[in-house]
C-alpha cells in the first residue's frame, strides 16, 4: 500500500512539473511577443497599433470600442507614462509570472536616461490576459517616477 501510494505521488509530482514547463514554454510562445509589441509600439509613441494587443476597456465608459476607440484610449492612458520616461535606451522582460489559467503578471526592465544622462533600470508591472485566442494587455503599471496609470 505504500509504495502504490508513493508512486502515486512520484507520478503526480512529476505531470506537474511537465505541466509547468509547458506552460512556461507556452507563455514564451505567445506573451513575449505581444509585451515586444506592446513596448516596441510605446517607445515610438506609435499608438495607432495598440488595439492589436492591448484591452484597457475597463477604463472606459463604452464597452464596444472600434480599433481607433481602442488605440486613442490606449494614448491617452500611456502618452503621461511614455514621456516620463524620456529616453529609453532598451527593455527586457524580466519575469512573467502565473497568476491564474488565462492570466499573467510581467515585470519588464526599461532603460533609459536620467537628466543628467545616467542610464536608470525602472521597472514596470503588465497584467496579461488571455481574451479568445488571443493574449492582450490589460494592466498596466509604469515604473517612472511619475507614474499616472497604477493598477488598482
Known amino acids: 500500500m505504500r509504495k ?9 509530482i512529476t505531470v506537474c512539473i511537465t505541466l509547468i514547463l509547458w506552460s512556461k514554454r ?9 509585451i ?15 488595439y492589436k494587443y492591448t484591452d484597457f476597456s475597463r477604463y472606459s ?4 470600442l472600434t480599433k481607433e476607440g481602442k488605440s486613442s484610449l490606449a494614448q491617452g492612458l ?3 507614462d511614455r514621456h516620463w520616461y524620456g529616453n529609453i535606451q532598451k527593455y527586457s522582460i524580466d519575469r512573467i509570472s502565473w497568476r491564474g489559467v488565462n492570466k499573467r503578471i510581467t515585470t519588464v526592465a526599461i532603460t533609459t536616461l536620467d537628466g543628467n ?3 536608470q533600470i525602472l521597472y514596470d508591472k503588465v497584467i496579461i490576459e488571455k481574451k479568445g485566442e488571443n493574449w492582450f ?7 517612472s517616477p511619475w507614474r499616472t496609470m497604477k493598477m488598482p
Open 4 to 12: 502504490l501510494i508513493f508512486i502515486s505521488l512520484i507520478l503526480f
Open 26 to 34: 507556452e507563455d514564451g510562445k505567445s506573451i513575449v511577443p505581444v
Open 36 to 50: 515586444n509589441n506592446f513596448y516596441n509600439d510605446f517607445i515610438e509613441k506609435n499608438y495607432s497599433n495598440m
Open 61 to 64: 465608459q463604452n464597452p464596444d
Open 78 to 80: 500611456l502618452n503621461n
Open 117 to 119: 544622462g545616467n542610464e
Open 137 to 143: 494587455i490589460t494592466e498596466y503599471s509604469s515604473g
